[in-house]
């Protein structure tokens, strides 16, 4: 109270404001100009995704062996038809870098979504019913954390064999124990606070207590944590990839791009550098916006 | 250095703090006069102001807080124009602050005995200059005042940890700490809000027994009238940013010249009134961005008129007496 | 103050010793990989046969024709169809200054062959490299008898993989021992095996000479001898343009141009052994119909992709054997790359729209695969690549007869021994262990089992060609190249020379 | 630290290393992919020798049989013999680990020694340029693939520069005897300065690639925590003591700051124990990373299975590690 | 015992034991696990219509004790009866239903608040766990009812907890156990934490609630003047136990136990500075972890014997309803006479 006083204005908070909390936190919101940018960037790459069809110049599987590692375009022996350049089979690196963008967010988000969704559900019933499903629960998470990342996915990728689903599994088989961790630990702190004991005294079931009650307050720190995994997961897939368990061919997704061009970056930079800018850009992207809304429409960030 | 009645003479205080909705005028023109030896009573409910007035003493206001005019005169120098580095030995060495909690102004990570000698290493000027003398003399020294608040068999208890002490423990600690370095003026910031009844009153009995002892200045600040009113020689009544009221504590409660003041005696539950109905303040402490220059209570005030909307100044009530209300008549004093 | 003078002193010594630590006569050789064990009988793994054949030498070896000739064999002929007698060499020592006798030959292979003669009840896992090896024997006491239980011509190519070791040296330290201590009679000897990251050789300067044909003979050229595992291939070429390796293998065609144009390295290369194929099966109701194997194998450019990817630095072939292979073909009929035709072959055979497949190939072959795959698209084989781990594929393509599924496999089959006998025989004889196309003609089979006992060269020969002929037509797989091996070289060295084995001798090797 | 907690915790391991074990050889189990295929490769064999081999291996057993005999086995500590390497594959893991563990501490310090005075900067002067700076600066770290990082740092450095070498742990001409198998400690040890020199070089550009996102999360958390403690009463406490800014910021704040960092740090020390595989392939790292992914792929079970139990027991001892600097910088959790 | 026939609450020997996990290892290495006595043997009714004062200084278990009543904390023995039924053996079905009549305000009005819920919806919660309301219409118009007699207002409907003040957010909470139209209410601290002024707002609420809608409440405060203001009768907690008990004007106006003697001594008083002899209790409350045994409240009292070590005493009426645990209570001591001061400093 006191450290309140002296650092927080000491302003009632019953200010009659004329505007709903939305309106104002869009307000608080948009006046950031990087999390601003960075939503559009986001938006820019999802639209390029869902448009990916009209937007590529080329056909992004379309090989061309006589353009095989055709420079970009301002470099000499470049052609503006191909602005940054071509790869080892002579594909279009824009568009492949175009279609890309479907896979790596199709894969990012599917596996955050997959992994968050049973994080959620185990975090918070480890969290809240305690006792023997917390031991059950937390042991599968000692057992999975220590178990290192790489070497489970490329256990589970050799045994189930290449596929875009079962990347997806391989990835989301452990990712969960992310989430699971952070929520459960939220979910103990949270279950002790008042207004969950009130709900209790109202009648409330077990439920609607971790589904209306805890799960809306600690969303935040889990989305929060899942946003940043999204870039692991973008990066985890180019890692498999580079292990030769990546997505199959023809298909183009960023990761395997990179890991593919690695093997031709000393004399050809762009085939590998131009997938992992875009790499960079999106997560960073993803992560300065996420950032700039957790700040904006958290009432715990609120001064 | 003029041997001045006064130790402490704040001018015009005006704190503001920046705030996406606005300015924030937290303290808004306050005079504060602290006498050498007195303790003053500090009494207002949370947002008044109080304990912002002190931090800006302290010269401890931090972004986006800032002050914005008024003078700080602590025997004589003013504070508000010392540099950093000035203030800082002036922190601790002669003004002293405790807090309302302990546990949370306590430094968890360190012993009670590091956070006791770093002030004694800070700011005590009759130590050995260095070397193991001076460690063993801060030791000692760190010792002596554990004793000093009472705490049993001390020598053992500076390795220890504030987690390892009790709530009224703690307070004491803390409040050793402040007094250490032997300060001229203690703030004790709600010193006995986070305790029990019966650790308050051994705490506030040891500020009392030790002002005494040493002589100083103690500035008590409180949102409990019965707390100043058994300790304070004087009061200082504060709302939204102003002082309201002002004076001996035996008048100022006997004789409440300003409606907030008569308010905030009237809400307190007494045995005495037992099933007479109490008659709260209603309301609550105004939004403090873009107040109008009115008076303050204007909206929860019983005995509001038209008058009332304008700014109203401190007005002198009797010898050493002031209150703010435009329904006083301001008294000559000579 | 001091402190940090003294600090920034001793920071300067290291970076004046470091400059000046680069001695002449060290080689380096940037490798794929490490070796397994030390152990020449126990492992099955061709780097770490590289690595050892340089602390180790062979009773034969192969000069720079890839011909067998004598290294620690004197001499040695055949003296029935299943009868071979090795003449040891004398005067030739182990590292640790023994002297080699015909036993030490005799337990090498006695060790190689006989049933759990590594001890603890292990077998060698090279034993079936020396196919029907029956009996070593020490006759007069410098020659070693090896019997077969049947013919098997081939021997001679099979021995250049097998180093001698010394009998007392294995009895003193073990099976286990030899796993990490060596004690050869190659040129060099072992310093230092710094696990996963470098085997560190030098010079034996007692070394005989080693095989006489192969010029020059005498000790090694350079003192020190080094092999640093560096896996990536981006990787090992900047440690070869870095200056750090003086040899690196399995350089990438694409950048082949790169280290030619930098002006201390050059690149080299070699006539591989390794033949590279599309199987088709034949058990699918696709591949069953000759005429759309006929029409795949006109739908592959394969000198577009030699040219544009490989960078020309591989061999097209019709069979499946290399050109520079024993009894290799070179008047087999050629698939000329015509898409119209493939169509028009597919319509034929009852899809006049083209086809869907699926072609299934590992990660290191990704590249090339999908380039085939897109010229299958355009030739009416709509083809998908579907990169899988190379043990799944193992697995779904070389089932020794079991049943297959799925279209078409891109692999390849090493034939390090240059004979047919080595790649022929797996890939072609009915349920044989690389038979992915699930190919069955009696006739061949009946020519491959006749020739791999045949002792008559030229009979031999004969019996191969007629089987090629045959395949060729039959046409279970596209036979598309055999690639150059393709080393970077730095230009420091003098007097090394790739082998068609791809084994990196550096006996011979010097650095400026 | 009480015995009952000593207790506990190795009580924990047992169904952690129970799990493990089980989730592995069930993996490999259901893998297709068969070890003596894979190790005969392009060679002929007949059935028969195959079968031998494949006796010799001790695939020949159901698989459930295969699982009690190698736990009978590992209990007394004998992890099995490697397929490839044919020799204890407890050897062969011990060889290659020390080099894992030191990459990994490198960049474990790299990155501590970096975050946390930038996230402390960063937080002290809170939205700053700087403050800016670092927060992009730690997003890109955990933006970029490690492999593709990796192998840009090694074109500049190695390869145009030629500062620093290309790969391995330590130079040719710098051989020492060594006494724990970490270099850079062997080097000192030995008296060689020069050899520490070279080793320093040679794990300079895989630790910077591994750390980079450790640090970048490390810093993130240092800032936040930082700020949130400098909130805290205590530092206007010690501020009202007139205590001097640097005691404040590093006696006071920073070591209750460290708290959260601690923690972080020990879960992403596991990561990256077990994620250098790739980082051990770009720079030619002779770890035991890359030596248990190739084992994957040529099924060479014992080797795997031992692997990842180390993984598993490092990862738990890190822990449990980060746990004990937990209650020195925090004297209120009692272990 | 002053109690009727049928008193609204009627708690039997009520305990609550708090005990630490007994994991293998500890019982391995021997720990014994911790457990901590709550609430102890307690028992007490309250009389429909009538506000109990329970006080006492924090760690007492006074706040516990209100929740095991509600069995939000699951007592470990002893009975609670409501209205005739016996809370403890009821099923999760009754007791869901039993919820209605019987609820809560909670000390901090910011942590009892659901952050991201509005207004309308924490308040109409109940409502709609309970089917008292059909449609979410009739939810808001109900809430927006309630609202308005605890002070707020319909415009408040849609807003979240952050935007209101202190007080406004106690005045919700109340809103929120009264919509449901109970009959028993749990006010756990309800003003402690709200300034002075607002303090009194409530207080005054929930006095007139009390009044018009016929409400029961148990009082739990540390204030002995608030508990002294509003309530008829009061008991007094010292380390789990109650030490005295009684009608609030009999008790207040004589304190008979050491300790709520002393608790009267510690207030200060506005009306009349020094009034009381201080009495200055020595130490602190005991850990609850190791309470001491006979009298817990021996090492601390001024009157304190050897016989108060050894055993505990047992509780005595010394007027109609007037009941006090303490060994010297035949000697008719006040720890202001005596000016003693105990225990050591």
Known sequence: MTSAAIHSPPVAKASGAGQTIFQRNLRQFAANRLAMASVGVVLLFVLLAIFAPFIAPHDPNETDLFRRLQPPAWQAGGEWAYLLGCDALGRDILSRIIYGSRISIFIGAAVIFVATTVGIAAGLAAGYFRGWVDVAISRLVDILLSFPYLIFAIGLMAMMGPGLVNIILALAYKEWVIPCRVVRGETLATRELEYVEAARALGASSAHIMVKEILPNILSPVIVVSTIRIAHVIILEASLSFLGLGVQPPTASWGSMVADGRAFILGAWWVSTFPGLAILLLVLAINVASQGLRDAFDPRFQE | MSHNENLLEVDGLRTVFDTSEGMVRAVDGVDVTVRRGECLGVVGESGSGKSVTFSSVMGLVRSPGRIESGSIRFEGRDLTRLSPREMRAIRGR???????????????????????????????????????????????????????????????????????????????????????????????????????????????????????RLGMSVVLITHDLGVVAEHCDRVMVMYAGQVVEEGATVDVISNPQHPYTRGLLGSIPRLSLRGKPIRPIQGQVPNLVGLPPQCRFYSRCPDRTEACLQFVEMRNVGSDRRARCIALTQEEVA | ??????????????????????????????????????????????????????????????????????????????????????????????????????????????????????????????????????????????????????????????????????????????????????????????????????????????????????????????????????????????????????????????????????????????????????????????????????????AIDKDLIIDRILGGNAARIEGILSPDAFAASTDLPVYEYDPEKARALLAEAGYPDGVEITMDTVGAYKDIAEAVASLLTKGGFNTRVAVGEGAQMTQKWRTKGGPKSGDMYFTSWGNGSLDPFDIFTPTHRTNDRGNSAGYANPEVDRLLDAAAIEPDTQKRAALYREAEQIVNGDLPYVYLWVPQDIYGVSKRLTGWRPSADSRINLHDACVD | MSLGKLAERLLHLVPVLLGVSVIVFLMMALTPGDPVDIMIGDQNVTPEQEQAMREDLGLDLPVHRQFFVFLGNAVQGDFGTSFYHRRPVLDVIVERLPATIELSLVALIIALVTAIPLGVLAAIRRNSILDKMAT???????????????????????????????????????????????????????????????????????????GLPMTAILMRVTRTSMLEVMRQDYIVFAEAKGLKRGRILFRHALKNALIPTVSVAAIETGSLLGGNMIVETVFGWPGLGRLVVESVFLRNYPLVQAAVLFYAVTYVLLNFIADILYTTLNPRVKL | ?????????????????????????????????????????????????????????????????????????????????????????????????????????????????????????????????????????????????????????????????????????????????????????????????????????????????KDEMGLTYLFISHDISVIGYLSDRVAVMYLGEIVEMGPTDDVLARPRHPYTQSLMSAVPDVDAPGKHQRVRLAGELPSPLDPPKGCKFHTRCPLAIDACKREAPVSEQVAPGHQVACHRLAEDLSVWETGAEAGTR
Request: charged share 25%; with cysteine; glycine share 8%.
């Open chain 2, 94 to 212: 002669d003004i002293s602050m405790t807090m309302q909690d302990a546990l949370t102004a306590l430094n968890p990570a360190l012993t009670v005995g590091e956070q006791l000698s770093e002030m004694l290493d800070a700011h005590d000027e009759d130590l050995p200059a260095r070397g193991g003398a001076r460690r063993r003399a801060i030791r000692d020294k760190s010792v002596e005042m554990l004793r000093l608040v009472g705490i049993p068999s001390p020598d053992s208890r500076l390795d220890q940890y504030p987690h390892e002490f009790s709530g009224g423990m703690r307070q004491r600690i803390m409040i050793a700490i402040a007094l250490a370095p032997g300060p001229k003026l203690l703030i004790a910031d709600e010193p006995t809000t986070a305790l029990d009844v019966t650790i308050q009153a051994q705490v506030l009995e040891l500020i009392s027994e030790i002002r005494a």
């Open chain 3, 1 to 298: 103050m001091v402190r940090v003078r003294r600090v920034l002193f001793a920071t300067a010594a290291a970076l004046g010793l470091s400059l000046s630590a680069a001695q002449a006569s060290e080689l380096r050789v940037g490798f794929t990989l490490d070796a397994m064990t030390l152990d020449p009988a126990n492992h099955r793994n061709r780097e770490t046969e590289t690595i050892i054949r340089n602390m180790y030498d062979g009773l034969v070896t192969r000069d720079g024709d890839m011909k067998v000739v004598p290294q620690i064999a004197e001499s040695f002929e055949m003296v029935s169809p299943t009868v071979y007698d090795f003449r040891i060499r004398e005067g030739v020592t182990f590292h640790d200054g023994s002297s080699l006798t015909a036993e030490d030959v005799r337990f090498t292979f006695e060790r190689l062959t006989a049933e759990g003669a590594m001890g603890d009840g292990q077998t060698s896992p090279r034993k079936s490299l020396l196919g029907p090896v029956e009996s070593v024997e020490v006759r007069d006491g410098n020659t070693v008898r090896i019997t077969l239980s049947e013919p098997w011509p081939i021997l001679p190519a099979m021995l250049p993989f097998q180093e001698v070791v010394s009998k007392a040296f294995v009895e003193k330290v073990g099976t286990q021992g030899l796993a990490t201590q060596a004690n050869g009679t190659g040129p060099f000897k072992l310093v230092d095996w710094r696990k996963g990251d470098a085997i560190i050789m030098e010079r034996f300067e007692d070394y005989y000479g080693g095989a006489p044909s192969i010029e020059p003979v005498g000790e090694a050229c350079v003192e020190r001898a080094i092999f640093k595992i560096i896996p990536e291939s981006a990787s090992r070429v900047a440690a070869l343009l870095a200056g750090d390796v003086d040899i690196i293998n399995e350089l990438p065609p694409f950048s082949v141009e790169q280290v030619k144009s930098n002006p201390g390295t050059d690149v080299m290369t070699v006539n591989g052994t390794r033949s590279f194929f599309v199987a088709m099966n034949m058990e699918g109701d696709l591949f069953s119909d000759p005429r759309v194997r006929r029409a795949a194998a006109h």
């Open chain 5, 1 to 209: 015992m002053t109690s009727t026939a049928n008193p609204l609450l009627n708690v039997e020997n009520l305990s609550k034991v708090y005990e630490g996990r007994q994991s293998l290892a500890n019982r391995l290495a021997g720990v014994q696990p911790f457990s901590v006595r709550a609430v102890n043997d307690v028992s007490f009714h309250v009389e429909r219509g009538e506000v109990l004062g329970l006080i006492g200084e924090s760690g007492c278990g006074k706040s516990t004790l209100g929740r095991a009543v509600l069995r939000l904390h699951e007592p470990t023995a002893g009975r609670v009866r409501f209205d005739g039924e016996d809370v403890t053996a009821l099923s999760a079905g009754a007791l869901k239903d039993m919820r209605r009549r019987m609820q809560i305000v909670f000390q901090d009005p910011y942590a009892s608040l659901n952050p991201r819920s509005t207004v309308a919806d924490i308040v109409g919660l109940p409502l709609r766990l309970h089917g008292l309301a059909r449609t979410g219409a009739e939810v808001r118009e109900k809430v927006a009812r309630i609202l308005e007699r605890v002070g707020l207002n319909a415009a408040h409907l849609d807003r979240y907890p952050h935007q209101f003040s202190g007080g406004q957010r106690q005045r919700i909470g109340i809103a929120r156990a009264l919509i449901s139209h109970p009959e028993f209410i749990v006010c756990d601290e309800p003003v402690s934490a709200l300034d002075v002024s607002i303090q009194a707002q409530i207080i005054q609420l929930l006095l007139e609630l």
């Open chain 4, 136 to 210: 992009v600066g730690s997003l890109l770290g955990v933006s970029l693939p490690g492999f593709w990082f990796g192998i840009l740092l090694l074109m500049l450095f190695a390869v145009h520069l030629q500062l620093l070498p290309v790969s391995g742990r330590i130079g040719f001409s710098s051989e020492i005897e060594p006494i724990t198998h970490f270099l850079l400690i062997d080097t000192l040890l030995r008296g060689r300065p020069d050899a520490f020199w070279d080793a320093l070089k040679h794990i300079l550009l895989p630790a910077i690639t591994l």
